[in-house]
């Protein structure tokens, strides 16, 4: 299979002939270009999981790890030494589905979406970079090949948020994101050098000998590297650079901040899963706490939120707390007794990538239509895109949890992994779900239903979205529909044998019936065109309201550390003492050597006789100075 | 017999002749006389050096041999300078020669 190092060159190719010659190319045949490389990635990311899942399980009932590709890159001391390869087991393979899918699926809706847009060719080569990035990631064979692409899609992420760089909000959301996570990095780059340190090998699985050596530094290390996780899956309180990413255009949105990259804090614990659970569970556990805290913040503001793209960032802050909640619980490395959280993890994470990118291309192409973010110039659409309208609808159900669409199989394994931790946190998760369906709902009311903008919509009415982007949309809810039913335990589990999903019947009963109730509830709030309820509770609750609309004000908080802590008392004194203490010596060498050239040049006065007469000074000087000593 | 003080002296005084001379004269071809003059002051007091002090030998008298013939040399380079730069600035005043210092 050393075909799959394509997967990696393909992009990176088409990333450098569009960023290097995209400016000579038509935006129509740069796209085509993008397009095409990414149809051949994705054909050779099918053929490579049919190819690894057909090769079957190996004596001991696993699907083999394979690396066929893998170049020592930097060797550093001893055994210690950085590989860059090619690594396939079953979550990598399973990432190289999800990640190809969403990112054709993205690359065809950006050629209807962002047409005779500036710098159309740019927006392809970074689709191209991110795409190869993240493909990296997933297949890295250590955690420092992982750090590295962990970094590109970083800079991607940057590059595509703050794509309208003469949008002043664009920018400041790209620096955001990007100052955001790279403060996280740290954690992890930190996290990487004491498991580097301690174990002495970057591998993801080493021999238990070698990390008997490393001992308690292990829980340390993987703790710091969950904090880079949290910092790119946007954990709270690491969030904040999330919402306003949706800056960037909108399919970006979905391919980067919505089924991919922002998961790969949820595949980075994954990847580290056996040392999680064989050294470290405690730190395991509190990665739950922190996913469910995450979880319920985001649900809760995504209820009160006006702007439809962020409404949808907010369920993704909370979905990714989902699947960091369901590894969390995990107690053992056997999906019967403890271990099932980790299958639904990843199912969840395939689930939700195909049903988010489904959302948030739903919500570009109603973008598209009204040109405007607001909910309140959007409400009874549906007339107008009844194709939008279903494939929105689709995906609404899938995250609300509703049985037969995907999201409601890998919620039920979630939800039945909770319980089996304990009975509170499944309660807990379970609440959040119904939220979930709630402020879906309202979001989905909100633009099909609800309250009409009829002036602005007679002034410049709607239409559906041309094919190219409609395509996508069928497509993604095609696959919403029936990704619930694919065996994914078969394929993916916590200890690699195969795993039978069956769905607990009494956890699926509340879970559905909690659902049902959050979407009757906002179907009685918000379906309508007068909207009494809503508005009563809005004013009753207007603190609350208004707390929970400025996402609990927890931007103004770092607003007020780094403006009023950091930048006033400690950078403000630190740049003082540089710029008067450290410059002022330096200036003050500078200019004593000046003040003494201007003393002495009258020395050098160009006159021949002026210099004898020093001569002879200096000679007699001298030889007075010679009598006096002998 | 003259003595050997005397014609230190006589050195001495055409020595310093030429300092001042070097010093306050404004012309080159004046200056480079004095330098002449200074010259002619430290060949004879090799001179006298090897005349009174060590008679049977002649080592002083040969080196103002060469100091002369090198002075006559030297002067020729330098009259060459001076008319080059009477040719440049059309005189040969000291004080117009200021750009020489850079």
Same mark, same amino acid.
């Given at each position: 299979?050393?075909?799959?190092?394509?997967?990696?060159?393909?992009?990176?190719?088409?990333?450098?002939?569009?960023?290097?010659?995209?400016?000579?190319?038509?935006?129509?045949?740069?796209? @085509?270009?993008?397009?095409?490389?990414?149809?051949?990635?994705?054909?050779?990311?099918?053929?490579?999981?049919?190819?690894?899942?057909?090769?079957?399980?190996?004596?001991?009932?696993?699907?083999?790890?394979?690396?066929?590709?893998?170049?020592?890159?930097?060797?550093?001391?001893?055994?210690?030494?950085?590989?860059?390869?090619?690594?396939?087991?079953?979550?990598?393979?399973?990432?190289?589905?999800?990640?190809?899918?969403?990112?054709?699926?993205?690359?065809?809706?950006?050629?209807?979406?962002?047409?005779?847009?500036?710098?159309?060719?740019?927006?392809?080569?970074?689709?191209?970079?991110?795409?190869?990035?993240?493909?990296?990631?997933?297949?890295?064979?250590?955690?420092?090949?992982?750090?590295?692409?962990?970094?590109?899609?970083?800079?991607?992420?940057?590059?595509?948020?703050?794509?309208?760089?003469?949008?002043?909000?664009?920018?400041?959301?790209?620096?955001?994101?990007?100052?955001?996570?790279?403060?996280?990095?740290?954690?992890?780059?930190?996290?990487?050098?004491?498991?580097?340190?301690?174990?002495?090998?970057?591998?993801?699985?080493?021999?238990?000998?070698?990390?008997?050596?490393?001992?308690?530094?292990?829980?340390?290390?993987?703790?710091?590297?969950?904090?880079?996780?949290?910092?790119?899956?946007?954990?709270?309180?690491?969030?904040?650079?999330?919402?306003?990413?949706?800056?960037?255009?909108?399919?970006?949105?979905?391919?980067?901040?919505?089924?991919?990259?922002?998961? @790969?804090?949820?595949?980075?614990?994954?990847?580290?899963?056996?040392?999680?659970?064989?050294?470290?569970?405690?730190?395991?556990?509190?990665?739950?706490?922190?996913?469910?805290?995450?979880?319920?913040?985001?649900?809760?503001?995504?209820?009160?939120?006006?702007?439809?793209?962020?409404?949808?960032?907010?369920?993704?802050?909370?979905?990714?707390?989902?699947?960091?909640?369901?590894?969390?619980?995990?107690?053992?490395?056997?999906?019967?007794?403890?271990?099932?959280?980790?299958?639904? *993890?990843?199912?969840?994470?395939?689930?939700?990538?195909?049903?988010?990118?489904?959302?948030?291309?739903?919500?570009?192409?109603?973008?598209?239509?009204?040109?405007?973010?607001?909910? *309140?110039?959007?409400?009874?659409?549906?007339?107008?895109?009844?194709?939008?309208?279903?494939?929105?609808?689709?995906?609404?159900?899938?995250?609300?949890?509703?049985?037969?669409?995907?999201?409601?199989?890998?919620?039920?394994?979630?939800?039945?992994?909770?319980?089996?931790? *304990?009975?509170?946190?499944?309660?807990?998760?379970?609440?959040?779900?119904?939220?979930?369906?709630?402020?879906?709902?309202?979001?989905?009311?909100?633009?099909?239903?609800?309250?009409?903008?009829?002036?602005?919509?007679?002034?410049?009415?709607?239409?559906?979205?041309?094919? *190219?982007?409609?395509?996508?949309?069928?497509?993604?809810?095609?696959?919403?529909?029936?990704?619930?039913?694919?065996?994914?335990?078969?394929?993916?589990?916590?200890?690699?044998?195969?795993?039978?999903?069956?769905?607990?019947?009494?956890?699926?009963?509340?879970?559905?019936?909690?659902?049902?109730?959050?979407?009757?509830?906002?179907?009685?709030?918000?379906?309508?065109?007068?909207?009494?309820?809503?508005?009563?509770?809005?004013?009753?609750?207007?603190?609350?309201?208004?707390?929970?609309?400025?996402?609990?004000?927890?931007?103004?908080?770092?607003?007020?550390?780094?403006?009023?802590?950091?930048?006033?008392?400690?950078?403000?004194?630190?740049?003082?003492?540089?710029?008067?203490?450290?410059?002022?010596?330096?200036?003050?060498?500078?200019?004593?050597?000046?003040?003494?050239?201007?003393?002495?040049?009258?020395?050098?006065?160009?006159?021949?006789?002026?210099?004898?007469?020093?001569?002879?000074?200096?000679?007699?000087?001298?030889?007075?100075?010679?009598?006096?000593?002998? | 017999?003259?003595?050997?003080?005397?014609?230190?002296?006589?050195?001495?005084?055409?020595?310093?002749?030429?300092?001042?001379?070097?010093?306050?004269?404004?012309?080159?071809?004046?200056?480079?006389?004095?330098?002449?003059?200074?010259?002619?002051?430290?060949?004879?007091?090799?001179?006298?050096?090897?005349?009174?002090?060590?008679?049977?030998?002649?080592?002083?008298?040969?080196?103002?041999?060469?100091?002369?013939?090198?002075?006559?040399?030297?002067?020729?380079?330098?009259?060459?300078?001076?008319?080059?730069?009477?040719?440049?600035?059309?005189?040969?005043?000291?004080?117009?020669?200021?750009?020489?210092?850079?």
């Amino acid at each position: 299979m050393e075909y799959t190092i394509l997967i990696l060159l393909l992009p990176f190719v088409s990333f450098l002939l569009l960023g290097l010659a995209g400016m000579k190319l038509r935006p129509v045949v740069a796209g @085509a270009i993008g397009t095409a490389v990414l149809a051949v990635v994705t054909v050779l990311s099918y053929t490579t999981a049919y190819e690894y899942f057909a090769a079957g399980r190996d004596a001991a009932g696993v699907f083999p790890t394979l690396i066929p590709w893998n170049t020592v890159w930097l060797p550093i001391a001893g055994d210690l030494h950085i590989d860059l390869g090619v690594l396939l087991d079953p979550i990598s393979v399973m990432m190289l589905v999800v990640i190809s899918t969403v990112s054709l699926m993205v690359h065809i809706y950006s050629l209807g979406y962002m047409k005779g847009e500036r710098g159309f060719q740019r927006y392809y080569a970074f689709l191209s970079l991110f795409t190869m990035s993240m493909m990296g990631l997933v297949v890295a064979t250590n955690i420092f090949q992982m750090y590295l692409f962990w970094e590109l899609v970083g800079v991607s992420s940057y590059l595509l948020i703050g794509f309208y760089y003469t949008k002043p909000e664009a920018i400041a959301a790209s620096k955001k994101a990007f100052i955001v996570t790279r403060f996280a990095d740290l954690g992890f780059l930190v996290g990487i050098l004491v498991y580097g340190y301690y174990a002495g090998t970057f591998a993801f699985t080493p021999a238990a000998s070698t990390l008997a050596a490393a001992g308690a530094m292990i829980p340390l290390a993987l703790g710091l590297m969950f904090i880079g996780g949290a910092g790119k899956s946007a954990m709270f309180p690491l969030h904040i650079w999330l919402p306003d990413a949706m800056e960037g255009p909108t399919p970006v949105s979905a391919l980067i901040h919505a089924a991919t990259m922002v998961v @790969a804090g949820v595949y980075l614990v994954a990847r580290m899963f056996p040392l999680f659970i064989g050294y470290a569970p405690e730190v395991l556990h509190w990665t739950a706490y922190i996913g469910a805290f995450t979880a319920l913040y985001a649900a809760v503001v995504a209820c009160v939120q006006s702007d439809i793209k962020r409404v949808l960032a907010f369920s993704t802050i909370s979905q990714i707390g989902f699947m960091i909640v369901a590894l969390g619980v995990c107690t053992s490395n056997d999906p019967h007794t403890g271990g099932l959280g980790y299958m639904a *993890s990843m199912f969840h994470l395939f689930t939700h990538a195909m049903f988010k990118a489904l959302l948030f291309l739903g919500a570009g192409a109603i973008i598209h239509a009204v040109h405007s973010n607001e909910m *309140s110039t959007m409400g009874g659409l549906r007339k107008y895109m009844p194709l939008t309208h279903i494939t929105f609808l689709v995906a609404c159900l899938a995250i609300a949890g509703i049985w037969p669409f995907s999201g409601f199989f890998s919620k039920d394994e979630i939800l039945t992994a909770c319980f089996a931790f *304990s009975p509170v946190m499944g309660w807990v998760m379970t609440a959040i779900a119904g939220l979930t369906a709630f402020y879906m709902f309202r979001l989905y009311y909100g633009i099909f239903w609800g309250r009409e903008n009829r002036e602005l919509h007679a002034a410049h009415t709607p239409h559906e979205a041309p094919f *190219s982007m409609t395509l996508p949309l069928l497509v993604l809810a095609a696959v919403t529909c029936v990704a619930g039913f694919i065996p994914f335990g078969r394929f993916v589990s916590a200890d690699g044998l195969a795993y039978t999903i069956h769905i607990d019947g009494g956890v699926a009963t509340i879970s559905l019936s909690v659902a049902v109730v959050a979407i009757a509830l906002a179907t009685w709030m918000y379906a309508r065109e007068k909207q009494p309820v809503a508005d009563r509770l809005a004013e009753r609750f207007s603190g609350l309201h208004r707390a929970a609309y400025h996402r609990f004000y927890i931007d103004e908080i770092y607003q007020f550390i780094t403006h009023r802590v950091i930048f006033a008392c400690i950078s403000t004194p630190i740049a003082w003492f540089d710029r008067h203490v450290v410059d002022g010596f330096l200036n003050l060498l500078a200019s004593a050597t000046n003040g003494a050239a201007c003393l002495i040049r009258e020395m050098q006065s160009g006159s021949v006789q002026r210099y004898c007469i020093w001569f002879l000074g200096g000679a007699l000087g001298l030889t007075i100075l010679i009598l006096l000593i002998c | 017999m003259i003595k050997m003080e005397y014609y230190l002296v006589v050195s001495t005084i055409l020595m310093f002749v030429g300092i001042y001379g070097f010093v306050t004269r404004r012309n080159l071809l004046a200056m480079l006389i004095s330098v002449e003059l200074i010259l002619n002051s430290v060949d004879i007091n090799f001179v006298v050096f090897n005349r009174f002090l060590f008679p049977e030998q002649l080592e002083g008298f040969f080196f103002t041999l060469f100091a002369i013939g090198v002075s006559a040399a030297e002067t020729a380079v330098a009259i060459a300078i001076i008319i080059n730069i009477y040719r440049n600035i059309r005189n040969i005043e000291v004080k117009n020669l200021r750009e020489m210092k850079w």
